[in-house]
T-cell receptor, first 112, second 115 residues
């Protein structure tokens, strides 16, 4: 199973509304990252939050991290049609291997 | 975009044939990674490299080998392609790894179809 699991799997909202996606993970981490993937494209890094941080902002993005609950949330405020994409959380890989372990993603659709 | 290219971008091959995918970076980053992306699984780590000639296995390494003879190139080889290796393959690079794992920058991907 994946280290990170996003919830919901799909989300459809109206333009201008806020979108919230959640991520849960199983083992302790050094950091947690969020990525965006537009259809047919590579992943783009959005934000990295370290295990000793609780909240981080970047433009219209707000990420929270609760290590006691092993969960994170990504909030996109004032959504735009261009925000339509899949969003993935990623954590340090399990088993001592380097690299990231990704969840299955949340597919976000912004209705104009 | 970070200077990462992948080649080929699309490939159709037959079961049993060898296939090599190439990842090339111009950022001089030490760490390079190969992932595969399949519906219902997200991205999964195949192999990674932490320097020239230094590579290690990831979560789904069976059936794959890698080589890194130069900082800028990381090759992924399917020795004998199988239909289960039909996937989209992404290369990624990073300045830091291990406990200093940092942001990863991804290439555009290679779509591989094994018939």
């Amino acid at each position: 199973s994946q280290q990170g699991e996003e919830d919901p799997q799909a989300l459809s909202i109206q333009e201008g509304e806020n979108a919230t996606m959640n991520c849960s993970y199983k083992t302790s981490i050094n950091n947690l990252q969020w990525y965006r993937q537009n259809s047919g494209r590579g992943l783009v890094h959005l934000i990295l939050i370290r295990s000793n941080e609780r909240e981080k902002h970047s433009g219209r993005l707000r990420v929270t991290l609760d290590t006691s609950k092993k969960s994170s949330s990504l909030l996109i405020t004032a959504s735009r049609a261009a925000d339509t994409a899949s969003y993935f959380c990623a954590t340090d890989a399990r088993g001592g291997a380097d690299g990231l372990t990704f969840g299955k993603g949340t597919h976000l659709i912004i209705q104009p | 975009d970070a200077g990462i290219t992948q080649s080929p971008r699309h490939k159709v091959t037959e079961t049993g044939t060898p296939v090599t995918l190439r990842c090339h970076q111009t950022e001089n980053h030490r760490y390079m990674y190969w992932y595969r992306q399949d519906p219902g699984h997200g991205l999964r780590l195949i192999h990674y490299s932490y320097g020239v000639k230094d590579t290690d296995k990831g979560e789904v390494s069976d059936g794959y080998s890698v080589s890194r003879s130069k900082t800028e190139d990381f090759l992924l080889t399917l020795e004998s392609a199988t239909s289960s290796q039909t996937s989209v393959y992404f290369c990624a690079i990073s300045r830091g790894g291990g406990r200093a794992l940092e942001t990863q920058y991804f290439g555009p991907g290679t779509r591989l179809l094994v018939l």
